[in-house]
T-cell receptor
């Protein structure tokens, strides 16, 4: 079974500062992928960044980077130069590549509400 | 990246009625997924819909309550049947376009309120 844990129910950051959102995971799959999503109040799920378990380098997408520490089973999202529009719920999710019923579906953490102050 | 159109975007329904949510993708995809997000909660997978076969439901979800159709590789529907206020949630469809699992996109979501 796969499990995602986000221990920060809420985070606050000043505009233009960097913020780290924590995510730890547990899986028995030998190969897996980790995703981060942003969910604004409208409810849509916006894909931010992906990290494969065998990727040698940490993923980056613009202001988003993923601090992947495989031995610690953590995949923290770092948002640099925060903007007011970054205020939203953020979800960490995992997908296993192993066969069987777990293939393809995402397992989500509980989410972290990020508030960016001006 | 796949463009996913989901409708309706929101609805208010009477208890005991049913609502069908549509998910249209601009390209052919192998797997489509339906998730539910109850108020203040995370996303939970309802079922996986593959073209040409019956949907696979997760524990706690049954076909009579959430019938799913997948008539082709670009379209799927989820019906929420015999609704009660506990069904008030955001329902989202997602697709897997890349077999390497590097992408997973969602529709805009359907915000359902049952009164």
């Amino acid at each position: 079974a796969q499990k995602i844990t986000q221990t920060q129910p809420g985070m606050f950051v000043q505009e233009k500062e960097a913020v780290t959102l924590d995510c730890t995971y547990d899986t028995s799959d030998p190969s897996y992928g980790l995703f981060w999503y942003k969910q604004p109040s409208s409810g849509e799920m916006i894909f931010l960044i992906y990290q494969g378990s065998y990727d040698q380098q940490n993923a980056t997408e613009g202001r988003y980077s993923l601090n992947f520490q495989k031995a610690r089973k953590s995949a923290n999202l770092v948002i640099s130069a925060s903007q007011l529009g970054d205020s939203a719920m953020y979800f960490c999710a995992m997908r296993g590549r192993a066969g069987g019923t777990s293939y393809g579906k995402l397992t989500f953490g509980q989410g972290t509400i990020l508030t960016v102050h001006p | 990246s796949a463009v996913i159109s989901q409708k309706p975007s929101r609805d208010i329904c009477q208890r005991g009625t049913s609502l069908t949510i549509q998910c249209q993708v601009d390209s052919q995809v192998t797997m489509m997924f339906w998730y539910r997000q109850q108020p203040g909660q995370s996303l939970t997978l309802i079922a996986t819909a593959n073209q040409g076969s019956e949907a696979t439901y997760e524990s706690g979800f049954v076909i009579d309550k959430f019938p799913i159709s997948r008539p082709n590789l670009t379209f799927s529907t989820l019906t929420v049947s015999n609704m009660s206020p506990e069904d008030s949630s955001i329902y989202l469809c997602s697709v897997e376009q890349d077999r390497l699992n590097t992408e997973a996109f969602f529709g805009q979501g359907t915000r359902l309120t049952v009164v």
